[in-house]
């Protein structure tokens, strides 16, 4: 029973240090919609159309683009200096349990100062706005109409846009790949749930104009 409930904490754990890692891009997508909300805004496509339909639509601005991303930045910098703040506890909740599966290693390695965790926190969030962006043309393509629901394209967009622009900066450890595979595994699972519960709780407090 006890070792039972030693392996729950180690997933809550994995779970913590997972969106610990992915927060910068999370944050950049969940406020995309709410920052250009009663704005006047300019879409990235200028009105333009593509094979008779609009290359990306109305609801992709260049001060959505713009100010989500800035945001996603700058809370991830802070989250990146704040770290050593949750450094210490998280050790030390690691050890008071006796932790069976969790290396201490992962901790200090993404919950730290650093020049990828900087990065990350530089790159995660445009990334993320660019496949949102890509996300839309692929919608655009399939004549799936602005607000319609496309399962998965409408949940995964964001993170495939932060794997392939994180690329980009292999060079300084920062790219999606470059993570712990268990930690890659478990964004790229629960990151459609997680999409789905903020988008319903957002559209109840009336932020977002779809639920999904």
Not at 24 to 46: E, M, S
Not at 115 to 141: E, N, T
């Amino acid at each position: 029973m006890l070792e039972n409930a030693r392996l729950f904490l180690d997933f809550l754990f994995f779970f913590y240090l997972a969106m610990w890692i992915i927060f910068p891009a999370y944050l950049a997508n969940a406020v995309a919609v709410p920052v250009t909300r009663h704005r006047k805004v300019h879409p990235i496509d200028f009105g333009k159309s593509l094979l008779g339909q609009r290359i990306f639509g109305d609801g992709k601005t260049f001060e959505g683009f713009f100010l989500a991303s800035a945001i996603g930045c700058v809370g991830g910098i802070v989250q990146v200096l704040l770290s050593p703040l949750f450094l210490q506890p998280s050790l030390a909740w690691h050890d008071l349990y006796m932790s069976l599966i969790v290396p201490r290693g992962d901790i200090e390695q993404y919950v730290t100062i650093s020049i990828p965790a900087i990065v990350r926190a530089l790159v995660f969030p445009p990334g993320a706005m660019l496949g949102d962006l890509l996300g839309s043309f692929i919608k655009r393509r399939l004549r799936i109409p602005r607000g319609a629901p496309a399962p998965v394209l409408d949940q995964l967009d964001f993170i495939a846009g932060v794997i392939l622009f994180s690329m980009l900066f292999s060079w300084f450890g920062a790219s999606f790949f470059q993570l712990d595979i268990k930690y890659m595994i478990i964004i790229l699972v629960l990151t459609p749930f997680i999409h789905r519960i903020v988008n319903k709780l957002a559209y109840k407090l009336r932020v977002k104009d779809v639920p999904h």
